[in-house]
T-cell receptor, first 111, second 111 residues
Framework: GIQVEQSPPDLILQEGANSTLRCNFS?????LQWFHQNPWGQLINLFY???GTKQNGRLSATTVATERYSLLYISSSQTTDSGVYFC?????????????FGQGTILTVHP | DADVTQTPRNRITKTGKRIMLECSQT?????MYWYRQDPGLGLRLIYY???????NKGEISDGYSVSRQAQAKFSLSLESAIPNQTALYFC??????????FGPGTRLTVL
């Protein structure tokens, strides 16, 4: 099956710093999503981004499908950004409609 | 009101007991999913359903069964719970684009 690798596994920041999270995948995809899991366990859908660039406030994401990677940018980080960030992809074909998740990046933002 | 709800939110049970986790959605989506998350790991797909008459196994379906009672309802059952089924369980829905939206999760502990 498709492999999804996220880096770094852990990231510690001071409030106000910027960061970039990376997601590499091993095959072509129809669908790529970024999620944030907050400290209470809730999974929040951040971006649906199979290709191109999107921005939502302090967060933006870019997917370069031909090179099989996606980047999530967090600017001016806040303590509420802490949690785990997951990348998930859908391969299509027999995997149509099914997401495969990476292992996540644990982000800790200190005040 | 939340678009995707799960009941119960927390459950402690004993080995051998039958457990049902329920999921309801008001998003009008045809596709519904059940995932489990273990500490330090990403999400793994248990079962999914693309409409009321369609049920499919995911990557870790052994020991689980599901029922799609209506477009809006998808339940997960553990016929005879065992301790290694202790995990956080998530229900999700998606529309035709494949963008997935998650419920708040059910924390299940099997003693």
């Amino acid at each position: 099956g498709i492999q999804v690798e996220q880096s770094p596994p852990d990231l510690i920041l001071q409030e106000g710093a910027n960061s970039t999270l990376r997601c590499n995948f091993s095959d072509s995809v129809n669908n790529l999503q970024w999620f944030h899991q907050n400290p209470w366990g809730q999974l929040i859908n951040l971006f649906y981004i199979p290709s191109g660039t999107k921005q939502n406030g302090r967060l933006s994401a870019t997917t370069v499908a031909t090179e099989r990677y996606s980047l999530l940018y967090i600017s001016s980080s806040q303590t509420t950004d802490s949690g785990v960030y997951f990348c998930a992809v859908e391969r299509g074909g027999t995997s149509y409609g099914k997401l495969t998740f990476g292992q996540g990046t644990i982000l800790t933002v200190h005040p | 009101d939340a678009d995707v709800t799960q009941t119960p939110r927390n459950r402690i049970t004993k080995t051998g007991k039958r457990i049902m986790l329920e999921c309801s959605q008001t998003k009008g989506h045809d596709r519904m999913y059940w995932y489990r998350q273990d500490p330090g790991l990403g999400l793994r797909l248990i079962y999914y359903s693309f409409d009321v008459k369609d049920i499919n196994k995911g990557e870790i379906s052994d020991g689980y069964s599901v029922s799609r009672q209506a477009q809006a309802k998808f339940s997960l059952s553990l016929e005879s719970a065992i301790p290694n089924q202790t995990a956080l369980y998530f229900c999700a829905t998606s529309g035709q684009l494949g963008e997935q939206f998650f419920g708040p999760g059910t924390r299940l502990t099997v003693l």
